[in-house]
């Protein structure tokens, strides 16, 4: 308005400005006329002069019509300027109408809105009162830290690492039992093969200290010796063979060999404790008889009867020969107990690494033959999921597929221990039975979501000590914590899941959004390929094929295996040691009762069958004994071999039983062979009169 005020102004002067003009011009119009007149008063005096004077009249002629002309004009920029004055004037007038309107519309709004803005206000402020009460009322505020653990790679070397650690504990405890037994039995028969020796010495005068001292430092120096070399074989050997399984699983470094740790002393140093202390205890006893006493061999022990006698059938029944064997068996009781409880130690060990075996290779068809039916699984971004599903409706490959959505949480047990676990969210129009079985691990009826509780799988909730009916959090990546009832748990072996229907999650956490597919294939459909094929689709963020993980399966408990095999391997031996052990201190100790069943016309095979039958027997005891055992520690390993997302459910075939048992009867055998030659050696004359 103020601008077509000032162009009002700026044309007002443009036409006082032209007024100007014309005034001026009727004063030279004026002034022409004077002239006229002043010519012709020259005229009247003087017409002789009118000839002369006629240019300047024409010329002032001129003058005086340019004058009018100029007067013309100037008043028709006149007769323009008001026009255009009217016309900015009535164009300024009409906007001042337009701007007085506007204001007073804007008054109006004003007006209206400020009583909607004091109407407002209040409930704002009752708004903004009731947000700080809640703020207020909020908890502490909870820090997320994630390490580089909480990466799937270093937690899967960990777990594997753990998982040995465990193996080697328990299977180290029961060898080193055995162990210590078998060396008991050594120790004390080179002291009481020495006995003749250690009289002499005393006779010669040497003191209890110095013949102690003697069989103390042999004691030390083979214990030492022993210990040194196990130590390299467990810093060094079986790590290196270990460390090159988990080199073909992850991406690691050279194997570093680092400083002996508290297992590699306490154990030296318990066996070294125990078989010195056992020495030291065989030697007093033997240097509290007199040298008379030692010089002559100690006299076998006497026979009694055994309980088989009070079994009058069968005690009738056996033979000579038998009837000998059952007397010799309980006759040597501290034979009998060290055999058998060697013989049970060892094929226990071969029972629990067998089942170990059989556990691992029976967790696959577990859990992909029986639990999970889908052959492939794919993950996308929420707004490309229809996009998945056209790739999939126009595939002849796919038989079926379940749209879902799968997000990571958090989950928190009634102990507040937490493990990240996969949630599988189902629309409730869908079933889960041609994909996934969920079988109650109690009733093994199906399973399926419902509305009121979720379903967990067995191994989380073992994990995190909770049953079903119990109550445990969820928290999802977006930090949303809230807490559902369990309403089942189903079977599953490899990794951990947690069911929801969508109606709950969407009364929970939110917004259902399908970004995951489970998909079945048909018959004859190569899934190696189709997985290849649907994993070139950029809007695929991840895929994982059934047939993959099998393969990951097998790479993954490849180290298992290895470790279990060398176990085997290591109770096979020590089987062997134990009875080869025993059986030649049973002959050196009853030498001079051989070599006197020889004298009374005994044949080879007959000594044979005479001694081998007591090993064999005290064998199949011990075997006996030690598959119930084997099978004990298979069981008891399942609470230490606890995995994250593992369910180690034993398993024992029993082919295994069967194979342990020959492997102990086979080493059996073996020690019999090589203790036949022996027996052959065996000279009665120098047997019976070694004595003089």
Known sequence: LDSRKEAAALAREEIDGARKKLEEARKELDAGDAQTEEGRKQI???????????????????????????????????????????????????????GEQELADGERKYRENWDTYTEKKAEAEDKIADARQEVADMDPAQWFITNRSNLSGYHNVEVDA????????VFAMIFLAVAVLICLTTVNRMVEEDRGLIGTYQALGFTDNEIRRKYMAFTLAACA??????????????????????????????????????????????FLLV??????????????????????????QAGSRVFLEYITPLWTGLSFLNKVTARNIFRYKKRLFMTVIGITGCTSLLVCGFAIKDSVGALMPRQ????????????????????????????????????LDVESVTVRGPDGSTEIIQLYVVPDSSSLEDYVLLKDISSGAPLQPGPDGIIVTRNA????????????????LHFRQHDFKVSAITENYLGNAVYM??????????????????????????????????????????????????????????????????????AAALAFVVLFTLASTNISERERELATIKVLGFYDREVHLYVNKETLILTGFGILLGMPTGALYAHALTPILRM???????????????????????????VNRMTDRTLNGIDPAEALKSIE
């Open 368 to 403: 992909y033959e029986y639990i999970v039916h889908y052959d492939w699984m794919a993950v996308t971004e929420a707004d490309d999921h229809d996009g998945l599903c056209g790739i999939l409706d126009q595939m002849p490959e796919i038989r079926s597929y379940l749209e």
């Open 162 to 169: 753990a998982t040995i650690e465990s193996l080697a504990i």
């Open 225 to 270: 010796a022993g210990s040194l070399l196990g130590d390299l074989g467990g810093y060094i050997a079986f790590p290196e063979i270990i460390f090159v399984i988990f080199r073909t699983m992850y991406q690691f470094p050279s194997y570093q060999l680092g400083p002996v740790n508290l297992p590699g002393i306490l154990g030296p140093a318990l």
């Open 501 to 570: 229907t969508r109606d709950l999650y969407e009364r929970t956490f939110g917004k259902f959004e399908a970004n995951a597919v489970l998909a079945i294939y048909r018959e004859g459909t190569d899934p190696d390929e189709t997985a290849r094929i649907l994993e070139q689709n950029d809007i695929i963020r991840t895929s994982v094929s059934t047939s993959d993980l099998k393969s990951q399966f097998e790479a993954a408990f490849t180290l298992i295996n290895v470790v279990v095999y060398l176990l085997i391997v290591m």
């Open 275 to 300: 078989i010195t202390g056992a020495v030291w205890l065989t030697c007093r006893a033997a240097l509290q008889e007199v040298p008379a006493q030692l010089m002559r061999p100690r006299a076998p």
């Open 461 to 476: 909730s073992v994990i995190l000590s909770f049953e079903a009916g119990d109550t445990i959090s969820l928290q999802d």
């Open 44 to 98: 009247e005096k003087g017409w002789k002069d009118l000839i002369e004077g006629a240019g300047k009249i024409d010329g002032a002629r001129e003058q005086m019509r340019q004058a009018r002309i100029e007067l013309a004009d100037a008043e028709a920029e006149l007769e323009a300027g008001e026009q255009e004055l009217e016309d900015k004037v009535a164009e300024a007038e009409e906007e001042i109408a337009d």
């Open 644 to 670: 994250p997302s593992l369910y180690f459910a034993v398993s024992i075939r029993p082919f295994s039983f069967v194979l342990s048992a020959a492997l102990a009867l086979l080493f059996a055998l073996l």
